[in-house]
């Protein structure tokens, strides 16, 4: 197994073609923002938070425990596609990515997208969500919501899928490893 440091380069980092794109998936509280950095981090590669291209009336919605739609996703996902366009030299963004139509509209935007689906089960998502600051706009009412609308990416096309209860650092290792082994070529 890969010992791997945010900070430190990895083997996967010195092979690393121009152009990957990574997203980290899952629910509410899967941890896909913190592996995401880890991983952006060890691949010297930009970091996108999915969460800052909701628009303002998405995270009015979510703020006050109303789930997104299809439709209040559109737009976002469309931004997101756009945003990891923008690195040419790569990226990893963190991004519910919860229903097949939703990753297949990313894979419209973005050739060879590859995906790091965190699955965890609902109780710790709530107690997770639960444990976030009083500032974060998505409250733990909506998780259900989000188990709900979630479509296992078991099967598709340049996935992994990890335990998302693991430690930041293994979830990384695994990642990094995945990358490495499949040498994932750039978009």
Same mark, same amino acid.
């Given at each position: 197994?890969?010992?791997?440091?945010?900070?430190?380069?990895?083997?996967?980092?010195?092979?690393?073609?121009?152009?990957?794109?990574?997203?980290?998936?899952?629910?509410?509280?899967?941890?896909?923002?913190?592996?995401?950095?880890?991983?952006?981090?060890?691949?010297?590669?930009?970091?996108?938070?999915?969460?800052?291209?909701?628009?303002?009336?998405?995270?009015?919605?979510?703020?006050?425990?109303?789930?997104?739609?299809?439709?209040?996703?559109?737009? !976002?996902?469309?931004?997101?596609?756009?945003?990891?366009?923008?690195?040419?030299?790569?990226?990893?963004?963190?991004?519910?990515?919860?229903?097949?139509?939703?990753?297949?509209?990313?894979?419209?935007?973005?050739?060879?997208? &590859?995906?790091?689906?965190?699955?965890?089960?609902?109780?710790?998502? &709530?107690?997770?969500?639960?444990?976030?600051?009083?500032?974060?706009?998505?409250?733990?009412?909506?998780?259900?919501?989000?188990?709900?609308?979630?479509?296992?990416?078991?099967?598709?096309?340049?996935?992994?899928?990890?335990?998302?209860?693991?430690?930041?650092?293994?979830?990384?290792?695994?990642?990094?490893? !995945?990358?490495?082994?499949?040498?994932?070529?750039?978009?």
């Amino acid at each position: 197994m890969i010992q791997v440091h945010p900070s430190a380069p990895s083997a996967a980092s010195e092979h690393r073609p121009q152009g990957l794109r990574i997203i980290v998936m899952g629910v509410a509280g899967c941890g896909k923002s913190t592996l995401a950095r880890h991983v952006a981090d060890a691949l010297k590669l930009a970091f996108i938070e999915g969460d800052q291209f909701h628009s303002q009336e998405n995270i009015r919605k979510m703020s006050q425990g109303t789930a997104l739609d299809d439709v209040d996703r559109e737009g !976002w996902l469309d931004r997101l596609g756009l945003e990891l366009l923008s690195y040419p030299g790569g990226a990893v963004l963190a991004c519910s990515a919860l229903k097949r139509a939703y990753r297949a509209r990313l894979r419209q935007a973005v050739a060879q997208l &590859n995906f790091v689906h965190l699955s965890i089960t609902q109780e710790l998502a &709530n107690a997770r969500v639960q444990a976030r600051s009083a500032g974060h706009p998505f409250p733990s009412s909506l998780v259900a919501s989000q188990f709900a609308t979630l479509e296992d990416p078991l099967g598709e096309e340049r996935v992994l899928q990890l335990d998302g209860a693991l430690e930041p650092s293994v979830l990384c290792a695994r990642a990094l490893q !995945w990358i490495d082994e499949l040498n994932l070529q750039p978009a």
